[in-house]
């Protein structure tokens, strides 16, 4: 029988989703995959971003016995973020993230931001029961020593020395419950040399390989595994965490693997004994045929069956289905019905009794910030599980005092970057504000204390419309009903924790929207949550291209930017086709070359060919009203920006321009398909303003 999983495991490898990323030279001749052996080899199995899928620990203990069948040493490792995410691992606040781990076997393990969701004792009390060595370069306690030991060698029967380090995310500073980590610092302007130290520090490893809970999203920048490639020499591969992202290489061929999150697959790397070098990476997709050990699937069976039988009790029934994505159109980027229903709720639940309240109801209102809503609620019952799931980080219902400008500061500081995704989001109860995504965040030069986040230097893209109706004042005082963490300046809220006043009701969130729903709602989420309620609104003057449209936020910036109009005062006419002129006076305006003057009136079009013939991009008598092709427009727009023509090799069948592929190159334009451009296809109004936007944004 294991022969026989050992065969069937090694057949789905063939088929999965990833693919190793050097060519599958480590087959012998004469021998199929199945046949493989592994003799002579390490293979490190990694996961990441698990996020209480413990059912998964089963599936990589089983693929690390079948490498093993074959002869390999396989050492396994975790980059991040396994103690939160379900009830099978919250409800022990990742205690049980750590037995499950245990079971499986793990090897070496960093920790992501969510370890330090239960606070520091809490991390510190999980690891001490951990039968795996835990590595973190740049956290510190209160003494400047690292929390956990910054790097460590594995060294293989064979005599592979593999050297590990660990890197937490910066943002834990503020994307965990502050007051829960004080005490605590972490490397942010110094990372790069910490990380460096750590390199050297493994000098005499075979292999140097960093369990990096960064993630490679731009929010996170300037700390992305991307980052740390580009600012570092010496590492042979970055296993990473944080983003969610599936890849087993980044998109300028670095040695990145991620796997996904919650055991989507479970990345392979494989290291030669005789030359000491890794010679091939892959992910391996996590299906439900897939070998599982039997040993570890009953363990995970018994955390399962405990929590079941206390969280899956029916309390409540939907109507409606409630939002869980995080973007787009998710709690990080928009109002959702989600975020109206909790909000809401945190405003009952501090009106029931208004014990601490010293502003009249009218000034109550409510904010939590959307990276913290974890799930959607489906249509049907709804118990106490699917509430814990959407909300699983035992935050309580908090009060803070500020004025009518600090809300303002918080507003202006949580949607800096959208319609970009950010965790602080508002999703909010009692405000309506307008937001204006194409005029420029004014950020201070300083991050806010202890946070990789900007404040505002002045407030341009928000505009508080009302407050529960009334008119909104900045000089009156404002209760915002919100979690503790953010209360503590989790998030972009650094306004609220130096408010003038708070207080802690002490009562759990997910416990106060259950009782809501329960005792405000008769036990029904009704049609009043089937859409969100407007709260939040995005200026858009045009009727024809809605919020959600992918070239909203490159229109809005440039018409904000006094760039691009409307075809008329209510319409963009986004699919409209361009002429040269068109095209050209849009592409000169915005670089500075055209004054806005000459750009309009009779004369315009003469105006705007004349000063493209004298820029050398058309010839002096060329037609400002033929239509313009992709092509041709690349051309221009890559020569006005004075951009070399690209050596890169085309990856579309029907266009290798050199100029074209310097736009991809700096991800400004793109095929119309994977391998097609289309280079004779004509630009429309909105594939213009994408190319626009993003060229100024070089």
């Known amino acids: 029988m294991r022969k026989f999983l050992s ?42 971003d698990v996020h209480g899928a413990i059912t998964g620990y089963a599936c990589i203990a089983a693929l690390k016995t079948d490498y093993e069948s074959r002869g390999a040493e396989v050492i396994l490792v975790d980059a991040g973020d396994y103690s939160q995410g379900t009830t099978n691992v919250s409800t022990t606040k990742g205690a049980d993230a750590v037995a499950m781990m245990n079971a499986a076997g793990y090897d070496v393990v960093t920790i992501g931001n969510h370890e330090l969701d239960y606070g520091y004792e809490q991390l510190m009390d999980n690891m001490s029961k951990a039968e795996f060595k835990v590595v973190c370069a740049d956290v510190f306690d209160a003494d400047g020593t690292t929390i956990f030991d910054a790097n460590y060698t594995y060294t293989t029967k064979s005599g592979v020395k593999v050297g590990f380090f660990g890197l937490e995310t910066p943002e834990a500073q503020t994307k965990v419950n502050p007051a829960l980590i004080k005490g605590l610092t972490f490397a942010t302007d110094d990372l790069w040399a910490v990380s460096q130290k750590q390199i050297d520090a493994l000098a005499d490893a075979d292999v140097v390989i960093c369990l990096s809970h960064l993630g490679v999203d731009n929010e996170t920048k300037p700390y992305t595994s991307y980052d740390l490639w ?92 409630l939002n869980g994505a995080k973007a787009p159109n998710g709690n990080r980027d928009v109002e959702t019905n989600n975020g109206d229903l909790i909000t809401d709720a945190m405003v009952w639940q501090v009106l029931q009794n208004k014990d601490g309240l010293t502003v009249n109801e009218d000034h109550v209102v409510a904010i939590t910030n959307g990276g913290g809503i974890r799930a959607a609620i489906k249509p049907g019952d709804v118990t106490k599980n699917d509430i814990n799931t959407v909300l699983p980080f035992g935050n309580t219902v908090a009060v803070v005092y500020v004025t009518g400008a600090e809300l303002l500061e918080a507003l202006e500081a949580s949607t800096y970057c959208t319609p970009g995704a950010i965790g602080g989001f508002p999703q909010v109860s009692g405000i309506n504000f307008t937001l204006h995504t194409g005029k420029a965040y004014d950020a201070n030069a300083e991050t806010y204390p202890n ?37 503590a300046g989790g998030d972009t809220y650094y306004a609220f924790a130096s408010a003038s006043a708070q207080f802690d009701t002490g009562i759990p969130v997910d416990e106060a929207v259950m009782a809501y729903i329960t005792r405000e709602l008769k036990g029904v989420i009704g049609e009043k949550y089937a859409a969100p309620q407007g709260r939040i609104t995005y200026f858009n003057p045009f009727t024809d291209i809605k919020t959600t449209n992918w070239a909203f936020n490159y229109v809005i910036n440039l018409y904000e930017d006094g760039i691009i109009n409307g075809t008329s005062a209510t319409t963009y006419t986004p699919d409209a086709k361009l002429t040269w002129a068109q095209a050209l006076k849009l592409l000169l305006v915005s670089s500075g070359d055209l004054k806005a003057e000459d750009a309009v009136g009779a004369d315009w079009a003469k105006n705007t060919m004349a000063k493209a013939a004298e820029l050398a991009l058309v010839d002096a008598d060329a037609d400002g009203n033929e239509a313009i092709t992709r092509l041709a427009f690349c051309q221009v727009a890559a020569k006005l920006n004075k951009m070399a023509e690209s050596k890169t090799d085309s990856k579309f069948i029907d266009c290798a321009d050199g100029y074209v592929m310097a736009l991809v190159d700096a991800k400004v334009i793109d095929g119309m398909t994977e391998n097609t451009f289309e280079p004779d296809g004509l630009l429309t109004r909105a594939q213009i303003a994408k190319i626009i936007y993003l060229l100024n944004e070089l």
Do not use: W
Request: proline letters at 1%; aromatic letters at 6%; glycine letters at 6%.
């Open 7 to 48: 065969v069937l495991l090694a057949f789905a490898m063939m088929l999965s989703l990833g693919v190793t990323t050097l060519a599958a030279e480590d087959t012998a001749v004469g021998t199929t995959a199945v046949e493989q052996t592994y003799a002579g080899k390490t293979v490190i199995l990694h996961s990441n």
């Open 230 to 321: 580009n600012n570092t020499k010496g590492i042979d591969m970055i296993i990473d965490g944080h983003s969610h992202t599936v890849m087993t290489k980044g998109d300028k061929n670095e040695p990145i693997q991620s796997t996904g999150t919650a055991f989507a697959n479970i990345g392979v790397i494989v290291i030669d004994d005789a030359s000491k070098k890794i010679e091939s990476n892959e992910l391996v997709a996590v299906t439900d045929t897939m070998a599982k050990d039997e040993a570890v699937a009953a363990a995970a069976e018994k955390i399962i069956d405990r929590v079941k039988a206390e969280y899956d009790v029916k309390f409540a029934v939907s109507k409606v289905e």
């Open 451 to 487: 946070s990789t986040y900007y404040g505002p230097k002045s407030i341009n893209r928000v505009v508080i419309n009302s407050i529960n109706g009334k008119e909104f004042k900045e000089n009156e005082i404002y209760a915002v009903v919100t979690n503790n963490f953010c209360a």
